[in-house]
């Protein structure tokens, strides 16, 4: 009979514990989140250091190829991976989990030599954050805006069916983001960005490799 209310009361304590761990994957909180992107930065240590600086030329040569990308499915989707130049130079690395519940509600870290872009995804929005300082929040219109003034920042132009999207800072074209095909594998080589200014602003080139990289890594998990 002890032994019977023993074994209940185990099967009742990992009932509890899954619930919590369900529950958290729907709703959840900001200490879970934090938790969560600290193991992802955690696990990005270990393909950080051979990451190349993302400096002018590398944008210019930064491509849509990977290396170690993985993606599971299970509760919750999760992927990561590295991308690298058109020279198989590692240049930026990532990690990226889904949680449960109505809409997108998401979190995506990236790394590159000297950056971290934290990218968080709910109602709609997603909340940009560079070096763990906010930038501002970009909504369903593909707009930018500051997190404080509500400020137009930049935007990405989808109106065109061209083969690069348009980046725009303070209403200015810095650079494209090219569009890889859905249906087909991205050509091997495939620069991810073009036609990058060469006399953008230091505020400028950290509001556009946001956006830029924010785009590159939403084309590939949607792949």
Excluded at 69 to 84: D, M, N, P, V
């Amino acid at each position: 009979m002890a032994l019977f209310a023993l074994f209940t009361l185990v099967l009742a304590a990992l009932g509890v514990v899954l619930l919590a761990k369900v529950f958290s994957i729907f709703q959840p909180g900001s200490r879970r989140i934090q938790e969560d992107l600290k193991k992802m930065k955690a696990d990005m240590d270990k393909w950080a250091s051979g990451l190349v600086p993302l400096t002018k030329e590398e944008v210019e040569l930064f491509s849509f190829n990977q290396e170690k990308q993985s993606i599971r499915k299970g509760l919750s989707r999760t992927a990561k991976g590295i991308f690298t130049s058109i020279y198989h130079e590692p240049v930026l690395a990532y990690s990226y989990k889904e949680y449960l519940g109505s809409g997108r509600n998401a979190l995506l870290y990236a790394r590159t030599r000297s950056r971290e872009y934290v990218y968080r995804f709910r109602k709609g929005n997603v909340e940009v954050s560079i070096n763990d300082k906010p930038v501002g929040v970009m909504k369903a219109d593909s707009v930018l805006y500051s997190g404080r003034s509500n400020r137009m920042l930049a935007r990405v132009k989808r109106e065109s069916d061209e083969l690069l999207l348009p980046v725009l800072v303070n209403e200015r074209e810095v650079g494209n983001v090219a569009k890889i095909d859905k249906g087909a594998k991205a050509k091997l080589g495939q620069r991810a960005f073009e036609f990058v200014k060469e006399d953008m602003s230091p505020e400028e080139k950290e509001v556009f490799l946001s956006l830029g990289v924010l785009e590159v890594l939403e084309q590939s998990l949607s792949r």
